[in-house]
């Protein structure tokens, strides 16, 4: 393609509202434009960047058995009431009426629309399982859109989802699935690690994010410095050993600790180590009950594990107003010693072997010192209630836990039977019994990959495109399109190239040698092929992208050595 004929509008400065280097690049290298707070278009580049993409998508997608379809974005409110998502999925989802009053959604996923789907068309055991994806824009009423293509209001998304007669044979998709997300990432020169983590809305038990290790990531991954073993912090188990000191009991003490409301400010007032300090916490549990959770001062309370011991859909800390009424003290005063009866007590597995410790009195500006567990308060289940932290031994057993940010970009979940009990969506087995089917989802932020892939590749002059979704395998520049010599001969490579299945884009702009020069780093393709004063005698430069390697190639040896040098690239 002659750069002519393209939209590529680069810009020199950086733009004020961009805040991580991938939604910088893009902007300034001409690939995407905002038209709203969190919904861009894509301009050419871009556009041919995201086609890679997909191309990957659909290969490994294929490769598993997978069938491409295309769903509407438009979805009837029905298919959410189905299933409750349309009354609890939040203000993310958004909603429209038509000119008759029906209410309909944007898709921001599509779990109720291929339901009824295959509920309507499959009806035997002989046609499971099956596997449907689509490549399509998604929308989300984000509160607050940021980091460019990261985090926007309208975006690009492979969802798949796979339907089964038996558990096995979700099992076994389910693998083939993380297999070709793991090849789908690597192919686009991912650095990124599967991990465990939390289902969330969508429901179903067994899970795991594909995350890219990035220093804007919004995730926190917790991983061994030895072994493969990745999870999500919320869901990184904990398998530290604790020991119980031997110390003689004290007694209980109700002490007066005016202003000291955090395990620092008591730690330091009463010249303690924080472990000593337990710190309570009270949660309201799917707007129904409160439950106290304890965990040890130098630890973090994970709601995520005290939503799943508890087997609860919504957990939330109680409010300062709300603790005042039932435990009538501040936030910073909360303890398990002298709860009413209605108040479930759990704490963490470290709680157990505290002795002596310090703990809130449930009265403002008190605590009491010398508590032990069971001879002060009873604790209902003591269980793995905290984050992990770095240094603690990897649940695998191989190794410590070490963190990394994260920018998810995949997701594969085993949904079970949750939305086709819902949706009534069944089929006929072996013995002519109707039973649900059993179902998987799996997608993938395609637009959201391609940012990653910036955040991961580029320097101080732009970006550094792997050659798997560059737009362009070459960036072709003749120093003056003035100068037959140079045409000719760029015109004569710019031929060969396309001849010879090499993508190239022809920079034939009368612009300055360093304006074309500084676009082209900008732009980032892997080799730039420069004819110049040599182009006489048919002598040109190659320099690759991501070394910055130069060396004069005869214009007769260059296709073979373009197509070498990307295959090691």
């Not at 950086?14 to 861009?40: C, E, M, W």
């Amino acid at each position: 393609m002659k750069q002519s004929k393209m939209l590529i509008p680069t810009l020199r400065d950086v733009p004020a509202d961009a805040d991580i280097k991938s939604h910088q690049l893009l902007l300034r290298a001409g690939f995407i434009r905002q038209n709203a707070s969190g919904v861009y278009s894509f301009l050419p580049l871009g556009k041919k960047a995201l086609q890679k993409v997909e191309l990957i998508v659909r290969e490994e997608m294929d490769a598993i058995g997978g069938s491409e379809l295309l769903m509407p974005a438009l979805q009837p409110a029905e298919l959410w009431q189905e299933t409750g998502r349309w009354f609890n999925f939040g203000p993310e989802l958004m909603r429209l009426r038509d000119r008759h009053d029906r209410e309909f959604a944007l898709g921001a996923t599509h779990e109720e629309v291929i339901t009824s789907l295959v509920r309507d068309e499959v009806s035997s055991y002989k046609k499971l399982p099956l596997i449907l994806y689509q490549i399509q824009t998604k929308f989300r009423d984000e509160k607050r859109p940021r980091f460019g293509l990261l985090r926007g209001r309208e975006f690009i998304m492979k969802d798949a989802y796979s339907f089964h007669a038996s558990k096995d044979s979700l099992d076994e998709v389910y693998e083939d699935m993380v297999t070709a997300y793991s090849n789908i990432f690597r192919r686009c020169g991912l650095n990124f690690r599967s991990v465990i983590a939390d289902s969330g809305a969508m429901g179903g038990k067994d899970t795991h994010e594909f995350m890219v290790l990035s220093d804007v990531g919004e995730d926190t991954i917790a991983f061994s410095d030895v072994s493969s073993f990745a999870a999500n912090i919320e869901m990184a188990p904990v398998l530290t050993k604790y020991e119980k000191s031997v110390e003689t009991l004290d007694n209980l003490e109700k002490i007066e600790t005016i202003n000291q409301k955090t395990i620092d400010e008591i730690s330091s007032f009463l010249n303690i180590a924080p472990e000593k300090c337990l710190k309570s916490l009270l949660f309201k549990i799917d707007d129904e009950k409160y439950v106290l959770v304890i965990v040890r001062g130098d630890h973090e309370v994970n709601d995520i594990k005290v939503k799943n011991l508890l087997g609860a859909k919504v957990v939330e800390l109680a409010t300062p107003e709300e603790t005042l009424a039932i435990l009538n003290c501040e936030i910073g005063s909360i303890g398990p010693i002298g709860l009413e009866k209605n108040i479930e007590i759990i704490a963490d597995h470290a709680v157990e072997l505290v002795v002596n410790g310090v703990c809130g009195a449930n009265q403002s500006n008190y605590h009491y010192t010398g508590v032990n567990v069971e001879r002060d308060f009873k604790v209902s289940q003591f269980a793995d209630l905290r984050f992990i932290q770095e240094g603690d031994p990897s649940p695998d057993g191989e190794g410590t836990i070490v963190f990394a940010k994260g920018i998810e970009v995949g997701h594969v979940f085993k949904l079970g039977t949750f939305y086709s009990e819902s949706m009534k969506a069944t089929y006929l087995d072996e013995n002519g019994k109707s039973q649900p089917m059993i179902m998987g989802c799996y997608g993938i932020g395609v637009s959201r990959t391609l940012a990653s892939v910036v955040e991961q590749h580029h320097d101080d002059k732009g970006i550094v495109w792997p050659v798997a979704i560059t737009p362009y395998h070459v960036h072709l520049i003749p120093i003056n399109m003035k100068t037959e010599e140079q045409k000719e001969l760029a015109d004569k490579i710019y031929d060969q190239l396309q001849n010879d299945s090499i993508s190239v884009l022809y920079d034939d702009r009368q612009e300055r040698p360093g304006v074309k020069f500084a676009d082209s780093d900008l732009l980032g393709f892997p080799i730039r092929v420069t004819v110049g004063k040599r182009a006489a005698e048919g002598i040109v430069e190659l320099k690759l992208r991501k070394s910055g390697d130069v060396e004069e190639v005869h214009v007769d040896n260059l296709t073979a050595i373009i197509k070498e040098k990307l295959n090691n690239y």
